[in-house]
């Protein structure tokens, strides 16, 4: 089983500035099979990204995805208020996993 | 657009067992892989296991083999999944997700509240 350790475990940043998000994984990751979710408080994760890098469907062009290996970031180019949450990163194999999530707090 | 609606929360003693429902709609059923996710409060998210429907094919986590069903219904398009052997520290949200065809969750039930408590 895979392990994923993202970091930092809480970013807080002001409107318009640049969020960094890390995922290690324990191993390297075959066919960048690597997705991420953003939480909002009470509702469901919602995909950001698939294979590392691939935007789903409706998700702003502020947000990029890349990596590839063991090392795999999600960027936020210019934070808005809106961006607030809980972000992680998945490995979706046979036998998936997730990371423990990096909370984004707008200044 | 698919839509996947899960059953209501439950509260349950220790020891007892939960069902949770997920009701595909939108989409076709039985060709997708659902899995079965849960979160405890204020922490991360937790793969339990999958089925395929078509296949009838189960996957469990190893930390859940011996007390994890799921299920599916193919007329009804719903799958289930049944814990057993409650405990305290299974009190979360248990969420069934579809894998889409390109590999990710892309599509999430609402999530159900189970609470474990005597």
């Known amino acids: 089983e895979v392990v994923l350790t993202q970091s930092p475990g809480t970013l807080s940043l002001s409107p318009g500035e640049r969020a960094t998000l890390s995922c290690r994984a324990s191993q390297s990751i075959t066919r960048n099979y690597i997705a991420w979710y953003q939480q909002t408080p009470g509702q469901a994760p919602r995909v950001l990204f698939y294979g590392a890098s691939t935007r789903a469907t409706g998700i702003p062009d502020r947000f990029s995805g890349g990596g590839s290996g063991t090392d795999f970031t999600l960027t936020i180019s210019s934070l808005e208020p809106e961006d607030s949450a809980i972000y992680y990163c998945?490995?979706?194999?046979?036998?998936?996993?997730f990371g423990g999530g990096t909370r984004v707090e707008i200044k | 657009q698919v839509q996947l609606v899960q059953s209501g929360a439950e509260v349950k003693k220790p020891g007892s067992s939960v069902r949770v429902s997920c009701k595909t709609s939108?989409?076709?059923?039985?060709?997708?892989?659902f899995s079965w996710v849960r979160q405890a409060p204020g922490q991360g998210l937790e793969w339990m296991g999958r089925?395929?429907?078509?296949?009838?094919?189960?996957t469990s986590a190893q930390s859940f083999q011996d007390r994890v069903t799921i299920t599916a219904d193919k007329p009804t398009n719903t799958t289930y999944m049944e814990l057993r052997r409650l405990r305290p520290d299974d009190t979360a949200v248990y969420y069934c997700?579809?894998?889409?065809?390109?590999?990710?969750?892309?599509?999430w039930g609402q999530g159900t509240l189970v609470i474990v408590s005597s």
């Open positions: 939108g989409d076709t059923f039985d060709t997708y892989a």
């Open positions: 089925i395929v429907p078509l296949l009838d094919v189960v």
């Open positions: 998945h490995h979706y194999s046979s036998s998936p996993t």
């Open positions: 997700a579809r894998r889409g065809r390109d590999g990710p969750f892309d599509s």
